[in-house]
Nanobody, 127 residues
Framework: VQLQASGGGSVEAGGSLRLSCAAS????????MAWFRQAPGKEREFVSA????????YYSDSVKGRFTISRDNAKNTVTLQMNSLKPEDTGVYYC?????????????????????WGQGTLVTVSS
């Protein structure tokens, strides 16, 4: 599985960015997808995830109500729409994937549970 993240950049607080992740895998629809981020000097943290069907989404408390994750299984892409950005949203954002073991596979927000990672895209939010 190869993941290519894009869409990062620099914005002022209150602005918006849209991140995209393109997956090179034949069975994209069999993967749960997620976004994590890592701020300078901090550990990587969970941001958001979407189940393989796209029918259920997950958000960290810090981004709930501001970020929206979605996926297009026909295009092998997952998108993170980030609105009302804050300086504390600054960091490198990583796209991650894990193949489901069964149709009832839930999402694990621990980064160790995600074996496939993209290269990261930098988001900088200035105050």
């Amino acid at each position: 599985v190869q993941l290519q993240a894009s869409g990062g950049g620099s914005v002022e607080a209150g602005g918006s960015l849209r991140l995209s992740c393109a997956a090179s895998v034949r069975t994209f629809s069999m993967y749960n997808m997620a976004w994590f981020r890592q701020a300078p000097g901090k550990e990587r943290e969970f941001v958001s995830a979407v189940r393989w069907t796209g029918g259920r989404t997950y958000y960290s408390d810090s981004v709930k109500g501001r970020f929206t994750i979605s996926r297009d299984n026909a295009k092998n892409t997952v998108t993170l729409q980030m609105n009302s950005l804050k300086p504390e949203d600054t960091g490198v954002y990583y796209c991650a994937a894990v193949r489901i073991l069964s149709t009832s596979s839930d999402v694990d927000t621990n980064s160790n549970a995600w074996p496939h990672w993209g290269q990261g895209t930098l988001v900088t939010v200035s105050s």
